[in-house]
């Protein structure tokens, strides 16, 4: 992990950095590594959580919730709630550190890898940290299909943290 970042010093002029997280342990690390990058870089990072599309059940509006049904909005506030906290906890750490930070929690309408990959595009970011495994119904073997999916896509480079 430490090469990798020797090598991104080396290479780019990091300005901008997203860390998305999920919660799990690898998202976490994810967050910590990217202030650490971001403070030597003197970067600005955004902590970005994505509420999957699968938790609304076919909803698309954005974070206002008039259209879900009764039952859906007490998931989908828990989830926003959550990715919140997550979010928050990345963003505490930064300050402490001393490192310009914003968080954003959003749906995602199509998959978590495109929301990601389009976000990234959209808010001109230099590196995307992401964790190696993440949250899932099952717990995903070697690198999860998230992060494959971003490292795939994404026209930046992304740092990949166990």
């Given at each position: 992990?430490?090469?990798?970042?020797?090598?991104?010093?080396?290479?780019?002029?990091?300005?901008?950095?997203?860390?998305?997280?999920?919660?799990?342990?690898?998202?976490?690390?994810?967050?910590?590594?990217?202030?650490?990058?971001?403070?030597?870089?003197?970067?600005?990072?955004?902590?970005l959580y994505v509420?999957?599309?699968?938790?609304?059940?076919?909803?698309?509006?954005?974070?206002?919730?008039?259209?879900?049904?009764?039952?859906?909005?007490?998931?989908?506030?828990?989830?926003?709630?959550?990715?919140?906290?997550?979010?928050?906890?990345?963003?505490?750490?930064?300050?402490?550190?001393?490192?310009?930070?914003?968080?954003?929690?959003?749906?995602?309408?199509?998959?978590?890898?495109?929301?990601?990959?389009?976000?990234?595009?959209?808010?001109?970011?230099?590196?995307?940290?992401?964790?190696?495994?993440?949250?899932?119904?099952?717990?995903?073997?070697?690198?999860?299909?998230?992060?494959?999916?971003?490292?795939?896509?994404?026209?930046?480079?992304?740092?990949?943290?166990?």
């Amino acid at each position: 992990m430490r090469i990798t970042c020797l090598l991104i010093e080396e290479n780019i002029n990091i300005k901008k950095i997203l860390v998305a997280v999920d919660g799990s342990k690898p998202s976490l690390n994810a967050g910590n590594e990217a202030i650490d990058v971001a403070k030597k870089h003197q970067a600005e990072l955004i902590a970005l959580y994505v509420i999957p599309s699968d938790i609304r059940y076919g909803h698309t509006e954005d974070v206002e919730t008039s259209g879900i049904p009764r039952p859906l909005k007490g998931i989908v506030m828990t989830a926003m709630q959550g990715g919140q906290k997550y979010v928050d906890e990345v963003k505490q750490k930064a300050i402490e550190s001393k490192v310009s930070v914003g968080t954003d929690v959003v749906f995602s309408t199509n998959s978590v890898v495109k929301t990601i990959v389009e976000y990234a595009e959209e808010k001109k970011i230099d590196l995307i940290v992401i964790g190696s495994k993440g949250m899932s119904g099952l717990k995903r073997m070697l690198l999860g299909s998230v992060a494959s999916g971003v490292v795939t896509y994404a026209d930046c480079p992304v740092l990949v943290v166990k």
